[in-house]
């Protein structure tokens, strides 16, 4: 017959509870007290106090106490030269005090044990532990059985130990392909499981959630993300659609500065946005977007009105749409009609104009959204502009206008994944925060993270629940299936149960114990079951930092590391977000175009032409100047730092052959050689941190965690 062995029996034949055997107990200790007294007494304590400490296991007091009866003996033999005549010897000598004629009985026997103590102490000791032993093995592994409930005290006990260590152990992180996201509990999610950690695999970009509740220690996780991902050369865009955390900004920043110092930051909406890059198919897009139409009739004017005005051909030679300015001014009947003149498209320019409210009605609709805008979403920064974005989107007043907003910024994002970006070389993470404000957006998000993951696109969403993933259970769905391939990671939550079923199931052993008026009789009864593989009541239960990573069916439990964050890059962080604040404030309430600050690392190329073109008529034009020197040929475009910095995560990762193809791909002097450079620093890298961690092993233990570089 077939032995059912699994986790819930630690790898045993399953069989039930029972009571133990009192006899052998109590013939047991009948033998300690006559191998020596005190060794009964050492027995009793021990046991009392192995069960009341959660530091050890009942099998490492047993190696100690045989350890220490072993030297106690060998001293003792080495003394006397008979061990055991040594030990025993008293007894004789208190039996003959015993018989008629002795003398000084009391005194014999104290000395006989006096002369049991050396011995008896770690004996007793060794044999109450493995008294403790054999009841843990009465108690059948039932979760309900107080012995089974110390066990697994003391297991989880030893692993908060060693999870500290690890997390402390900067040396062992180091020899990891890339920056741990945490320290793994158990799981068996092995692809993301290297040396005790959990290390995101490179090269992944398909879309990732981050789900937890208040408090749960989401946003520790958002920093540690940003920090990997900085590390990596990928850029990152915060988009904040409910703004309920006011020093989340600040610590993304940092978190990104710390890596990557050098990185360009843009803030929105202190800083304008350009959303008019692109073909004019894909202006359109973002325009057609921002209004909601409930009759297909005012949707069908709105498509078309908008369409001829993108699209119009450039009879005032101001070229194509670029601002909204440009947009309104051409959303004119006057216009359509000069432009269309002759066309084609003449007959729809008539059919438009001809119900002068339709025109009217939707020249309304972009006037008042343009006009509640104040010019943040022209002639500003974009995507392939910085390394590092925050867009904070709750700071405009209407509700409508924010959610007009936010699809127009999802759909640019997608048009600059999808055109406007190298396909290699320049990663990007957009991250949604706090997704339940946007979740009309829902099929946008899911579109889009199916499309960009091709081109290095990934997309993030942070929710604080499984209801903040869309509008009804379909939705939400959709969106977790969307989510799961690059990894949920579900933190403590109230509702843990729809989030945590694409990990699967596990075939289990459910026991029984039979009972009857004294207890357990030691009968019951087992069968294999299905049981989630990660269990709702321990997501409900979990510690701040303590999450889940699913994927492909898998699940790695982990306790997700800090963010080494400086304080200075903190307190710069904080006053840049401060200023930005304070920019975005003054320009709502004074209805001001934003315009460049002291605070700001980007400078829109058309704000900075704006302040230098002399009027007409100035002194500047008056003067000869100096002649325009001689064109000088091109020299070598310098690699890009994101380029450089994904070509060394892929080499830390071991993948060689990927890093050679996108730093040839990226045009990196002499790739071959540089790769091979990056290849055999990493390779010294791991062999200086395998002496040092050897070198320790033999010196004693391994490092404690006070001790450890920060």
Known sequence: MRVVQGPETGGTAPRSAHSGNTSAVLWGGLALFVIAPAALVSAVVCVFVIVRQVRRHWWEWALVALGAAAVVGAVMQWITGNVLAEHFGGYLGALRATVPGGHDLLGAWWSAFVRTVPLGVPIGIAAGAAYVGVSEGWAGRAEWHRMEQHRRAVVSTKQERKIARLAADTDAQARCSGIPLGVARDGDLTSWTQRGYVVAPPGRFPA????????????????????????????????????????????????????????????????????????????????????????????????????????????????????????????????????????????????????????????????????????????GWSFEDVDLAVLSVPTLAQASDAMAVARMILLDFGAYCMARKPRKGEDVTFIVDEFSAVTSAAPMVIDLAERVRDVGGQVVVSAQSWGGLGRDDDERRRMRDALVPGGLIVHRMADPDKLI????????????????????????????????????????????????????????????????????????????????????????????????RDWWEFRPPQLERSRLELEAGSLGELGPGDPEPAELPPGPKPPDPRLMLAVAAYVRAGQIADARQMAAAGRVPESDRYVGRLAAKRAAQLNQSNRRWRLRRRRGGRKRPGRSRP
Not at 224 to 253: H, T
Not at 544 to 550: K, L, Q, R, S
């Open 501 to 596: 079923e694409p990990a699967g199931t596990v075939r289990a052993i459910e026991a029984s114990t039979q009972l009857d008026e004294y207890g357990h009789t030691g009968m019951g009864s087992a069968r294999m079951a299905h049981k989630m593989k990660v269990d709702p009541d321990a997501v409900r239960q979990a510690g701040t930092g303590e999450a889940w990573v699913i994927t492909n069916g898998r699940a790695a439990h982990l306790s997700v590391l800090q963010a080494r964050i400086p304080a200075e890059v903190l307190a710069h962080a904080r006053l840049l977000v401060a200023a930005a604040w304070a920019q975005a404030r003054e320009d709502f309430t004074y209805s001001h175009v934003p315009e460049p």
């Open 208 to 379: 990732m959630g981050l789900l937890g509740e208040s408090g749960s220690g989401k946003t520790e996780t958002a920093k540690r993300l940003v920090s990997i991902w900085a590390r990596s050369g990928r850029k990152v865009f915060f988009a904040d659609f409910k703004g309920s955390d006011p020093d989340l900004a600040a610590e993304v920043i940092a978190a990104y500065k710390a890596v990557r110092p050098d990185a360009m930051c843009a803030f929105w909406p202190a800083q304008p946005l350009d959303m008019w890059r692109g073909t004019p198919k894909q202006v359109l897009n973002r325009l057609l977007c921002v209004q909601d139409f409930t009759e297909p009739y005012y949707k069908g004017v709105a498509e078309t009105a908008v369409r001829l005005a993108v699209e119009a051909p450039d009879i005032d030679g101001r070229g194509p749409v670029a601002d909204s300015a440009s947009f309104m001014a051409r959303l004119d009947a006057g216009f359509l009609k000069s432009a269309y003149e002759g066309t084609p498209q003449a007959k729809d320019v008539t059919a438009l104009i001809g119900d002068p409210k339709s025109l009217a009605g939707v020249r309304m609709r972009y006037a008042g959204f343009f006009a509640a805008l104040g010019g943040l979403l022209d002639h």
